[in-house]
Structures are given as C-alpha cells and as structure tokens.
T-cell receptor, first 116, second 110 residues
C-alpha cells in the first residue's frame, strides 16, 4: 500500500512568488492534515480536512495560505505571496475516520520550502 | 498554554538501553504518541498511550503517567539504525490534531 506522498520534495522561490504544495493521502483515509516545521522549532498543526471539508483551520498563520481538498482526495496548500518566514518543511498526514481515537496519523516525507 | 519538553540530544552505545523522556503541560489530554523520524524522511508511528502504564512493542516500550504529565520511550538493544529523531506528541481533546515537542535527536555509537 502506498504511503502519503508529497510533491515537490523541495521548492526554492523568491519572496512574493506563489507556491503550491500537493499531498496525496493514503487511499481510503478521509482525514488529511497539514503541519509545518520551521527551522529549530517543533512541528505545528496548520489544518485538518475531513473528506473535502475543513474541520479545523486554527493553525493557519494568515490569509496568504489557502488549502483545498476538492473531491476529498488529494489536497493542495498554496502560499501567495510567499514571505521569508514561510520557509520550513511542510508535512501532510492522513488517518482513518472513525470513533477510535487511537488511529495514528501517517505522515508524508514533507516538502522543504525555501523562500529567498 | 501548551508545552511539551524533550531533551534535544542523546547519545548511546549500540546494544545498550536508552530512555527518552517527555513532559507535557497542555490544556487537556487525549493520548500521547511517539514518532521516529530519520533525517529527510516522514515521521513514522511508534506507539500510543492513553491510559497510565507501559505499552511494549518489541524493542520499544512507552510509558505514561497522566497525573505527572510524563511519558518516556524506552529503546532496548540499540542498533545503529535507531539513530533518528524521536518526537513526542499529545493529541488535543475533541480534535484530531497533535501538539509536538521539538524532538530528541538520538545518536547510536558503535
């Protein structure tokens, strides 16, 4: 079974440009999450989709970030316009939907974003 | 506030036992997870504790004390491949999101 995949693995853009990150969750996982790790800091939650609906977007830093999950399959995270402080590793994770809270989240390898 | 503390780095010898501690102060608790992350790779799930006590899984065990806000991950018979970062994460009640610690970088020496 394929794991969570993310594209691209690395992206280097200039301040003010736009970047779109993509995440393909494990097939059948209705929960999809975005997290971010800024250099030297902990991984921080950005938002959570259940199927195509945003369940929790309390971690989104500002309105330069837009996440979508049309059709409830893959998700995109767009940063527009990018700022220097947006540099970091963006992780996507997915998990099963159900009543069992022990379901762990499966993480992708991350997209390393560098804004210059 | 939400705070999870782990040591930044640890070093141990191949074949030895190492204990990685995690303390948390969070506004609620709904499970504690340990993940392993090799450099440049995805964090991978190791263990889950929601009740007090020890959970054992092969060479890895995880312990939880909710009253003390404390957990540890115990790695036995260390192997070189265990060199990685170990992330402690607490799930926020009523949500699926994790609060992570900064991770503990473990180096296993021959």
């Amino acid at each position: 079974e394929a794991g969570v995949t993310q594209f691209p693995s690395h992206s280097v853009i200039e301040k003010g440009q736009t970047v779109t990150l993509r995440c393909d969750p494990i097939s059948g996982h209705d929960n999809l999450y975005w997290y971010r790790r800024v250099m030297g800091k902990e991984i921080k939650f950005l938002l959570h989709f259940v199927k195509e609906s945003k369940q929790d977007e309390s971690g989104m830093p500002n309105n330069r970030f837009l996440a979508e999950r049309t059709g409830g399959t893959y998700s995109t995270l767009k940063v527009q316009p990018a700022e220097l402080e947006d540099s970091g590793v963006y992780f996507c994770a997915s998990s099963q939907l159900g009543q069992v809270y022990s379901y762990e989240q499966y993480f992708g390898p991350g997209t390393r974003l560098t804004v210059t | 506030g939400q705070n999870i503390d782990q040591p930044t780095e640890m070093t141990a010898t191949e074949g030895a036992i190492v204990q990685i501690n995690c303390t948390y102060q969070t506004s609620g608790f709904n499970g504690l997870f340990w993940y392993q992350q090799h450099a440049g790779e995805a964090p991978t799930f190791l263990s889950y504790n929601v009740l007090d006590g020890l959970e054992e899984k092969g060479r890895f065990s995880s312990f939880l004390s909710r009253s003390k806000g404390y957990s540890y991950l115990l790695l036995k018979e260390l192997q070189m491949k265990d060199s990685a970062s170990y992330l402690c994460a607490v799930r926020v009640p009523g949500t699926y999101k994790y609060i992570f610690g900064t991770g503990t970088r473990l180096k296993v020496l021959a």
